[in-house]
């Protein structure tokens, strides 16, 4: 190509190229100048912040083109931003825990338990020991933050409208950031523990979490502190996560929950009201009582919080390695509490736990009923055979009707004791010879598994770490104006005994006298004089 050619294709390319000023050429490499600047660290964490403050509604709405300005990855703002977010906001809504302010004087513990005990009496028909656990649980969740051990509030019934529903509103009202649901699933549970750490409030948990393997491991894995996590695989690229699953639950159903959850668990048994007996009803109480016990109740927290963490109350010989371990927290309460409460308490574990001691697994059960066997026919050795002839003849017990309606197998029979570690032997009869058992291979397993609760009732040696409250003005009269109003009529102040601290509640104990609707429960026990 010639040289002039060439002049010639450049001479046409400027004809048809529009000129551009230098005005305009000026401004073309201005452009990248005008972007915004990079944000510094600092202020990234500061518009975070400013972003966290936002209502959730508002915060979608700009989190893509904030995370762009950040030159982030979205999930990491919204990680961030979920961080600093308050914990007691919920993402779904308004939702705001209760923070009450503390009652401005010191509060004495009995009275306020008795207060409490009065409030339960009064809209729920149960027994004394009932209303005492129970009460204990709700000053307990105030502790959530010390303590080791969180039992579950297991409210149970054998039938519809036993009180179950009413129990929890009062627990909703009194416990430290409650949260109600009457249905949830295992990940919505561990996620909502450990995103808002809520005294969990689940009712009709009949319905859904009785066959619910998953649930139950979640459930029974925030018994202790240091085992309350739960691992999960989150994100696109599935990587683990703990999360926290400790804190206080209260579960409300009919009948009993499997073995696992009961082990771990206070039970709180109500039973139908009779005909005659009447109760109150919590939306015709006047405001203002429960924003005073709930005041009364962070006051006694904060007072108290870390004599509760170093508190190693008497643990009755009478309970059970598991049920001391539930029952640790409320006697260090009532402990603290003084009064008549230390023993008030203990007379409602021996109640409670007594009540239970038929609850055992089917296959403490099934030892208990050999062990029966062997003392009762005076034998020290038997064949499999007889053994089981002699399980089934006992109609009241299971045996007859284990195997789907049908008897128990031998071999049911033989694989349920190899799981203790007891195998079949030999066993020479008469002329011939056949599978069995000698008693002797039972002893280790029947001291472990069904051993003889000391009948004295005498506490463990352990020292208890017991708190005197600082004097407070004699509260004798108040405490047992208080204990009448709750039902614990005949209970006089420096006279306890385990015989008239816990009983039946009697026709025309306030608890079932005829409760006029629109009647302020606050005037039905005496405000204590603190």
Not at 173 to 194: H, M, V, Y
Not at 436 to 446: I, K, P, R, W
Not at 482 to 504: M, W
Request: proline share 7%.
């Amino acid at each position: 190509m010639s040289e002039n050619t060439i002049r010639d294709l450049i001479d046409a390319a400027s004809v048809n190229t529009p000129v551009q000023s230098k005005e305009s050429a000026s401004v073309e490499l201005e452009k990248p100048e005008r972007s915004e600047p990079q944000m510094t660290l600092e202020q990234i964490n500061i518009r975070i912040g400013e972003l966290a403050a936002l209502s959730p509604v508002e915060y979608d709405q700009n989190r893509e083109n904030e995370a762009k300005k950040m030159k982030i990855r979205v999930s990491t703002l919204d990680k961030e931003v979920s961080r600093l977010r308050p914990v007691d906001m919920l993402e779904s809504g308004d939702l705001i825990f209760p923070a009450p302010e503390p009652w401005p004087e010191m509060v004495n513990g009995g009275a306020l338990l008795s207060e409490i005990v009065a409030v339960i009496k009064r809209f729920v028909v149960c027994l004394d020991e009932t209303a005492i656990a129970a009460a204990l649980w709700i000053v307990m969740t105030w502790f959530v933050d010390v303590i080791q051990i969180v039992p579950l509030a297991v409210i149970t019934a054998p039938e519809k409208r036993s009180g179950k529903s009413t129990l929890l509103e009062v627990f909703a009202l009194l416990c430290n950031r409650p949260l109600q649901c009457s249905n949830i699933t295992p990940s919505a549970l561990f996620r909502t523990i450990e995103d808002y750490r809520p005294t969990l409030l689940i009712d009709e948990v009949d319905t859904f979490a009785r066959d619910n393997d998953e649930m139950r491991g979640v459930l029974n894995s925030g018994h202790k502190r240091g085992g309350a996590f739960t691992i999960r695989t989150v994100g696109d690229d599935h990587r683990p996560k703990r999360f926290n699953v400790w804190g206080a639950k209260a579960l409300a159903g009919i009948g009993a929950l499997p073995d696992t959850v009961m082990d771990r668990a206070i039970k709180l048994e109500l039973r139908r009201k009779k005909p005659g007996e009447a109760v109150g009803r919590l939306r015709h109480v006047k405001p203002g009582l429960f924003d005073d016990l709930t005041a009364k109740l962070a006051r006694f927290a904060d007072d108290n919080r870390e004599t509760v963490r170093t508190a190693r109350p008497r643990l009755p010989a009478f309970l059970n390695d598991r049920e001391m371990d539930n029952w640790e927290p409320p006697l260090a309460i009532a402990d603290i509490a003084g009064g008549d409460w230390p023993e008030l308490a203990r007379a409602a574990a021996r109640k409670i736990s007594e009540a239970n001691k038929g609850a055992d697994s089917i296959g403490c059960e099934l030892l208990a009923d050999i062990q029966e066997i062997f003392e009762a026919k005076l034998i020290n050795s038997v064949s499999l055979k007889d053994l089981l002839r002699y399980l089934c003849d006992d109609d009241e017990r299971p045996w007859a009707t284990y195997n789907r309606g049908n008897p128990m197998t031998t071999r049911q029979l033989s694989m349920k004791l190899r799981g203790y570690g007891i195998e079949t032997k030999q066993y020479r009869y008469g002329t011939g010879t056949g599978k069995g058992y000698e008693s002797c291979q039972f002893t280790d397993v029947f001291d472990r598994y069904i051993p003889k609760h000391k009948e004295t009732g005498e506490d463990s040696e352990e020292e208890a770490v017991i708190y005197t409250p600082p004097a407070p003005p004699d509260l004798s009269e108040t405490r047992k104006q208080a204990f009448i109003d709750a039902g614990l009529d005949g209970v006089p102040p420096g006279n306890v005994s385990e015989t008239n601290l816990i009983s039946e509640t009697k026709p025309g104990n306030a608890s079932e006298t005829n409760v006029s609707e629109n009647e302020n429960v606050s005037e039905t026990f005496p405000k204590p004089k603190m």
